[in-house]
């Protein structure tokens, strides 16, 4: 009798989580929404998904020094230049190009404005620079050894080199705190 009684409530207490489901426990699966496969796929959003890069036609650095920049140093392009500049050269170089973020000293990121940079680079080296990185720093215009990208454009690259070329000392001047703005 004991052990009869004692089945019944092992039993009985097996028996809900095997046999039933409830119906409102589906409720959730079943709400209105788009199931995995369902309906046309929705447009991935442009440039959000990593291809080879963009086709450049220079193969390396030194073939880009003599590059002529194809786009004038207009306002539209020295703005375009300078957000670009900000959310990816910033990082490094710093907001205004001082070498005054956290991670400059660290990375060996140089001064954007100093002479070296504003006088003795060319418009194409600097392009070619952003296109393929230099020794530490990374591509942004083909996949490079430092793990490059296809961030920018050929001609996002060319609005940074305007910026970089007719505007950065200047912000960087009229910055009241280094890399406050
Ligand atoms: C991940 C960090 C990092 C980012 C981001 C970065 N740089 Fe650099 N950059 C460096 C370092 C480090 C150096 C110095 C060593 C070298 O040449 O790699 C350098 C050097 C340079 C040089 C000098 C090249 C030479 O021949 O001496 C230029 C010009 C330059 N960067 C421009 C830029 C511009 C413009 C951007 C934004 C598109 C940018 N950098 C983004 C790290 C970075």
Same mark, same amino acid.
């Given at each position: 009798m004991k052990t009869k009684a004692k089945t019944l409530i092992l039993a009985s207490a097996l028996v809900p989580t095997l046999a039933f489901a409830w119906p409102w426990s589906t409720d959730m699966m079943n709400q209105?929404n788009?199931k995995? =496969?369902?309906?046309?796929?929705?447009? *991935?959003?442009?440039?959000?998904?990593?291809?080879?890069?963009?086709?450049?036609?220079?193969?390396?650095?030194?073939?880009?020094?003599?590059?002529?920049?194809?786009?004038?140093?207009?306002?539209?392009?020295?703005?375009?230049?300078?957000?670009? *500049?900000?959310?990816?050269?910033?990082?490094?170089?710093?907001?205004?190009?001082?070498?005054? !973020?956290?991670? !400059?000293?660290?990375?060996?990121?140089?001064?954007?404005?100093? %002479?070296?940079?504003?006088?003795?680079?060319?418009?194409?080296?600097? &392009?070619?620079?952003?296109? *393929?990185?230099?020794?530490?720093?990374?591509?942004?215009?083909?996949?490079?050894? =430092?793990?490059?990208?296809?961030?920018?454009?050929? %001609?996002?690259?060319?609005?940074?080199?305007? &910026?970089?070329?007719? =505007?950065?000392?200047?912000?960087?001047?009229?910055?009241?705190?280094?890399?406050?703005?």
């Amino acid at each position: 009798m004991k052990t009869k009684a004692k089945t019944l409530i092992l039993a009985s207490a097996l028996v809900p989580t095997l046999a039933f489901a409830w119906p409102w426990s589906t409720d959730m699966m079943n709400q209105p929404n788009i199931k995995p =496969q369902e309906g046309t796929p929705a447009l *991935f959003p442009k440039r959000s998904i990593p291809v080879m890069g963009n086709p450049t036609k220079i193969k390396n650095r030194e073939e880009s020094e003599n590059l002529k920049n194809p786009y004038e140093a207009t306002e539209a392009s020295l703005k375009k230049g300078k957000k670009l *500049f900000k959310i990816i050269c910033g990082a490094c170089h710093g907001l205004t190009g001082l070498a005054d !973020s956290p991670v !400059s000293p660290k990375i060996g990121a140089i001064n954007l404005t100093e %002479e070296y940079v504003q006088d003795m680079l060319t418009e194409g080296w600097i &392009y070619g620079t952003i296109t *393929f990185g230099g020794a530490i720093m990374p591509a942004y215009g083909v996949p490079g050894p =430092q793990g490059g990208s296809n961030d920018l454009s050929p %001609e996002e690259r060319w609005h940074v080199v305007n &910026y970089v070329k007719n =505007q950065l000392a200047k912000d960087a001047a009229a910055a009241p705190v280094a890399g406050a703005n």
